[in-house]
C-alpha cells in the first residue's frame, strides 16, 4: 500500500498524483453533535488548502458539515460529488433544493434523483428556487397542488415564464371546476 497522507487539524495535505487516496482527519470525516465556531474555522481552513481531488474525496467521506461547505464549492465537480454522496440524506437534499446559492448543477442532480422527488416538499423547494433549471421547474410544477399554483403564480424572484405558466394553469383549472359545476 502507498503511503498514506494524513489531514491533521489546521494542515491539509493534498497529494499530486491521481489514484492516491487521502486519509482525513476524525473532524473532518466524523459525525459530531455540536461543532464549535473554532472547529468550523479550521474544517473551512482545511477544506480550503485542498485541491479538486481531495475536494471530491471529501465530498464523499465527509460529515454533514464538510458537505455544507463543499456544496458551495464554484466547481461543479465538487459540488455534484457531495449530492452523489451516499452519506446526503433527505433533510440535507432539501436544504439544497431550497438554497439560493448552490449552483443549477446541484438542483439538476436533486431533481434526477427518483427517491428525493417522492418527497413533496423537495419538490415545491425545487419548483421555488430560482436557480432551478426552468426546463426541470415547468416539469415539476405539474405535481404541485392548487394552493402551491396559485402561491407559485403570486411569487417574486421566480422566472417570469414559470409564474406566467402557474397563472395559465391556475385559470384551466378554475375554468374546468366552473364547467363541470355548470353540468350539475
Not at 473532518?28 to 453533535?33: G, S, T, Y
Not at 473551512?44 to 485542498?50: A, D, P
Not at 440535507?92 to 436533486?110: G, H, N, P, W
Not at 396559485?150 to 375554468?175: F, Q, T, Y
Request: some cysteine; charged content about 30%.
Amino acid at each position: 500500500m502507498d503511503e498514506e497522507k494524513v489531514i491533521n487539524e489546521g494542515e491539509a495535505v493534498e497529494e499530486a498524483i491521481k489514484g492516491e487516496e487521502i486519509v482525513f482527519s476524525k473532524e473532518l470525516v466524523e459525525e459530531e453533535e455540536i461543532p464549535t465556531e473554532e472547529k468550523h474555522k479550521s474544517i473551512y481552513q482545511q477544506i480550503l488548502t485542498l485541491g479538486i481531488s481531495g475536494k471530491i474525496q471529501l465530498a464523499q467521506k465527509g460529515n454533514k458539515e464538510a458537505r455544507s461547505i463543499l456544496i458551495k464549492d464554484p466547481n461543479k465537480l465538487v459540488c455534484g460529488a457531495v449530492v452523489k454522496s451516499p452519506k446526503v440524506n433527505d433533510a440535507e437534499a432539501l436544504t439544497y433544493a431550497k438554497s439560493r446559492t448552490v449552483s443549477d448543477e446541484v438542483l439538476r442532480l436533486i431533481s434526477n434523483n427518483k427517491s428525493w422527488m417522492r418527497s413533496h416538499e423537495i419538490v415545491v423547494a425545487l419548483v421555488n428556487n430560482p436557480r432551478t433549471p426552468i426546463g426541470i421547474s415547468m416539469k415539476l410544477m405539474l405535481s404541485l397542488n392548487d394552493k402551491e399554483l396559485v402561491d407559485l403564480s403570486k411569487a417574486k424572484g421566480i422566472p417570469g415564464a414559470l409564474a406566467s405558466a402557474a397563472k395559465r394553469l391556475v385559470m384551466a383549472k378554475i375554468h374546468k371546476q366552473e364547467k363541470k359545476d355548470k353540468k350539475h
